[in-house]
């Protein structure tokens, strides 16, 4: 009983209520226009004294105000109407004005819709109410049972003036139970006549995809690039401060590598924060490549006291830019995870095969590294550009070795 009374009179029901009736004030206009065609039709000159007339007037009127639901402003208001009276999920609703011929068919029929069903609910809420008091209080009030005032003659049994509060009652709920089931139905049209195109969710679709994937490459990036500033750093300080007496020059050396380290993810950083201030417009500063920043790479790692020795057989410079890029994110990678969870000496080697960049690195396997929170995202972030490029990775233990592997090809790299 307390969910039927729930679904008659709770917050929702009142709200689809009010959106009925703000349709029939909107079918008002369109209900008298068809009072003049209907009048001079049927020789009638008070077409409201009459009930068939006025269903007729409103009948003509409908279909008037499906022409005038081409507006372009009507589905945009009608969408955020239902949206905010009717409990239409937003995503369910094409914010836009209809544009394609389907779109504006499927609005003209929901404004009719919506027009017809809040009319014939608007004159309901105004004659039933008045109407179902009147009919409880007529056992109260003898006066009510005047014949004069057209009730019917059987009020005046005993049986009948004790069934009036019922009746009464009883009009009313179904008052509300009219007004909840059109609202329910209007409510679950409104995705199908008011929603956006197959073709529109399928934008939606790739734009939401497109936004994700750019989400995820500044997330990779600023793993890769701030996780190993990070990283080095640490090792480069503590390195420094336990030598800080004995060796003055590998201190120095250390600092300023800290310096140097810390100012490229200071620009890389900016970079990537451009690319969330800008809507997508990339940063001032340039993203780092094999070419051009390996040797800096390799020294500001080697000044923290790791050990690491690199055999490169290829020529850098020649290779794609975007090979480059990613390949010396991967290899910076590699690298910041040597530097945290491994032992040394680190061996890095990148070689070009059969029309492929492989970059290998390999190091002894350290103490296994306690489990952080949120961690673990750098390995699969290396998977996550090779596979973009199209080539393939592998991480893992053999023997006492740890050995990481990326296979790049620099054909169709662009």
Not at 178 to 200: E, K
Not at 212 to 220: E, G, I, P
Not at 253 to 278: K, N, P, S, Y
Request: glycine letters at 12%; proline letters at 7%; charged letters at 20%.
């Amino acid at each position: 009983m307390t969910r039927v009374w729930g679904l008659l009179f709770d917050g929702r029901a009142r709200r689809r209520w009010i959106h009925l009736i703000l349709g029939g004030a909107l079918a008002m206009p369109y209900v008298l226009v068809g009072s003049v065609v209907v009048g001079p039709l049927t020789g009638v000159a008070d077409v409201f004294g009459s009930l068939p007339l006025q269903l007729g007037s409103f009948a003509v009127g409908l279909p008037i105000a499906a022409v005038t639901s081409l507006f372009p402003l009507t589905r945009p208001l009608e969408s955020a109407a239902a949206r905010a009276l009717c409990g239409v999920d937003a995503d369910a609703l094409a914010p836009g004005p209809a544009r394609t011929r389907s779109e504006r068919g499927r609005t003209a029929a929901w404004f009719t819709l919506h027009l017809g069903l809040g009319g014939i609910l608007s004159g309901m809420s105004l004659a039933v109410p008045p109407f179902a008091v009147a009919l409880m209080a007529v056992p109260l009030f003898a006066g009510l049972r005047d014949p004069r005032l057209g009730l019917p003659e059987v009020l005046d049994h005993g049986w009948a003036l004790a069934l009036c509060p019922l009746a009464g009652m009883a009009m009313l709920v179904a008052l509300a139970a009219c007004a909840a089931g059109c609202g329910a139905l209007l409510a679950r049209w409104a995705p199908a006549l008011l929603g956006p195109t197959p073709a529109d969710r399928l934008a939606a679709a790739e734009a939401r995809a497109a936004d994700l994937a750019v989400r995820n490459r500044l997330a990779r990036e600023l793993h890769d690039s701030v996780g190993h500033a990070l990283s080095a750093v640490t090792l480069q300080a503590s390195a420094a401060r336990r030598v800080l007496g004995a060796d003055p020059e590998f201190v120095r050396e250390a600092l300023a590598a800290i310096e140097d380290t810390t100012r490229r993810t200071v620009g890389e950083l900016d970079a990537v924060l451009g690319v969330l201030r800008d809507g997508g417009a990339p940063g001032t500063a340039p993203a780092p490549t094999l070419a051009a920043d390996l040797d800096g790479l390799l020294r500001r790692t080697r000044a923290g006291g790791q050990r690491v020795t690199a055999t490169v057989d290829t020529g850098p410079a020649a290779l794609p830019p975007l090979v480059s890029r990613e390949a010396y994110r991967i290899v910076q990678e590699g690298l910041s995870n040597a530097l945290k969870h491994a032992g040394e000496p680190v061996a890095l080697r990148i070689t070009t095969t059969d029309g492929y960049l492989e970059i290998t690195l390999e190091n002894p396997l350290g103490a296994s590294p306690a489990p952080r929170p949120g961690g673990g995202h750098g390995l699969r972030g290396i998977a996550d550009r090779v596979r973009l490029l199209g080539g393939a990775s592998h991480a893992g233990a053999s023997g006492d070795t740890w050995r990481l592997q990326a296979r790049l090809p620099l054909k169709g790299s662009t």
